[in-house]
């Protein structure tokens, strides 16, 4: 199932990342470019990775 809230929080701040990376120049965008897309990829990817890196830990402590 997937955390919503989770993925809310995780977006937020891959977008406040994204934008001040823009305003400092360190990422070059286009007229066409969608910054709420880039974002919604990234935090996907970020939430999958929490996901299994907590899944890893449960499944860990459960061996214990």
Do not use: F, H
């Not at 891959?14 to 974002?39: M, N, Q, Y």
């Amino acid at each position: 199932m997937v955390n919503y809230i989770l993925l809310y929080k995780v977006r937020r701040l891959v977008k406040r990342i994204i934008k001040d990376k823009i305003e400092d120049g360190e990422l070059a965008t286009t007229p066409k470019s969608c910054l709420g897309c880039l974002a919604d990829d990234v935090s996907w990817e970020v939430y999958y990775l929490l996901k299994d890196k907590d899944e890893d830990r449960q499944s860990s402590a459960e061996k214990s």
